[in-house]
Each structure stands twice: as structure tokens, then as C-alpha cells.
């Protein structure tokens, strides 16, 4: 995966994200996704780092507003 196909991937997640916690503003999840993030900035195998960041976000997500 390149950088442009990771980038999309990510706001991809945003998108997906932002329908899962609808009562949420689509800029506090980008931001979320946004903190989140470089947590994997040195994982060699990038094809799976917007599932990971997904998976995490939305974790944070749920502690921020509860799970939907």
C-alpha cells in the first residue's frame, strides 16, 4: 500500500466512523483518527495500519460516548 492508497484508507475510517457515532461531529472523529494514527508510523507492513487505527479509534470513541 502506498501513501496515497493509505490516506484514502484512512478516510475511509473517518467516513465509516463518523456513521457508527452519528451524535459525534465528523472533525472530533478525524481527530480522534488523527491521535491515533502515529501510533503506527513505524509498522513495516502497511497494508493493515488503517485497520489498526481504525480498530483504536474506535475504541476511543466508544470511552469518549459510549458504545452505539
Known amino acids: 500500500m ?6 484514502r484508507a484512512i478516510n475511509e475510517v473517518v467516513d465509516r466512523l463518523a ?11 478525524a481527530e480522534v483518527v488523527q491521535q ?6 513505524h509498522a513495516p507492513i502497511r497494508d ?7 480498530r483504536d479509534a474506535k475504541q476511543r470513541l466508544k470511552q469518549t460516548v459510549g458504545d452505539r
Do not use: I, S, Y
Open 48 to 54: 493493515f495500519v488503517p485497520l489498526f487505527v481504525e
Open 2 to 7: 502506498d501513501k496515497a492508497e493509505e490516506t
Open 19 to 29: 456513521k457508527q457515532f452519528p451524535g459525534v461531529p465528523t472533525e472530533n472523529v
Open 36 to 41: 491515533v494514527q502515529p501510533t503506527f508510523d
